[in-house]
């Protein structure tokens, strides 16, 4: 059984650095192709897409975001953390980790219940 | 802003088809790259209801159903009932490795 879990910060301040943890079960980032994402969602707008890392360690990120984050992995721990630079007050919402099924598809097949993160001074 | 376009709500009775549209590009869903779907119930986190533009995971009901053509994929739901009512998300990517969620669809059930 696959599980997710996102942990962090509850509350930054505008210029802060956040640093989210997931920590998930039920499958290994030794294993081919497998990868943890990131996604955000502001309150009562669209799933962003922000990042994944790979198995292999190959990182890819959202375009529009690059300059601002850092996905990381411990294996050992079964943890990936999300660092964003610089937070903004536009970056509140909840932040998502997902198993990523595969680098060849792009499918995220199942999900952490997501951590509100609220940016303000 | 998002490179998938979806109609921002679809409504039915229960018992009724509806049907929403995720409409991309020639570098995303128009150069054969999968469509998956994702319904998020008020509060919840999204959970993958289509993968690989018409394959539905196990345990979700047969009344979900995507197809894809061209640079657009659709998302069908036979039969609506009250627990549909949620918000559903598209989902592709490019040669880059780069994902892109929609806009959403809110479904109302009515």
């Known amino acids: 059984q696959i599980t997710l879990k996102e942990s962090g910060p509850t509350l930054v301040k505008p210029t802060q650095t956040l640093t989210l943890t997931c920590t998930f079960s039920?499958?290994?980032?030794?294993?081919?192709?497998?990868?943890v994402g990131w996604i955000r969602q502001p309150p009562g707008k669209a799933l962003e897409w922000l990042g994944v890392i790979y198995w292999d360690d190959d990182k890819r990120y959202s375009p529009s975001l690059k300059s601002r984050l850092t996905i990381t992995k411990d294996t050992s721990k079964n943890q990936v953390f999300l660092t964003m630079t610089n937070m903004d007050p536009v970056d509140t919402g909840t932040y998502y980790c997902?198993?990523?099924?595969?680098?060849?598809?792009?499918?995220?097949?199942?999900w952490g219940q997501g951590t509100l993160v609220t940016v303000s001074s | 802003q998002s490179v998938l376009t979806q109609p921002p709500s679809v409504s039915g009775a229960p018992g009724q088809r509806v049907t929403m549209s995720c409409t991309g590009s020639?570098?995303?869903?128009?150069?054969?790259?999968?469509v998956h779907w994702y319904q998020q119930l008020p509060g919840t986190a999204p959970k993958l209801l289509i993968h690989g533009n018409n394959n539905r995971p196990s345990g979700v009901p047969d009344r979900f159903s995507g197809s894809k053509s061209g640079t657009s994929a659709s998302l069908a739901i036979t039969g609506l009932q009250a627990e549909d009512e949620a918000d559903y998300y598209c989902q592709s990517y490019d040669s880059s490795l780069t994902a892109f969620f929609g806009t959403g669809t809110k479904v109302s059930v009515l």
């Open positions: 020639s570098s995303n869903i128009g150069a054969g790259y999968d």
């Open positions: 039920g499958f290994s980032l030794r294993t081919s192709g497998v990868g």
């Open positions: 997902a198993h990523d099924y595969s680098n060849y598809v792009m499918q995220f097949d199942y």
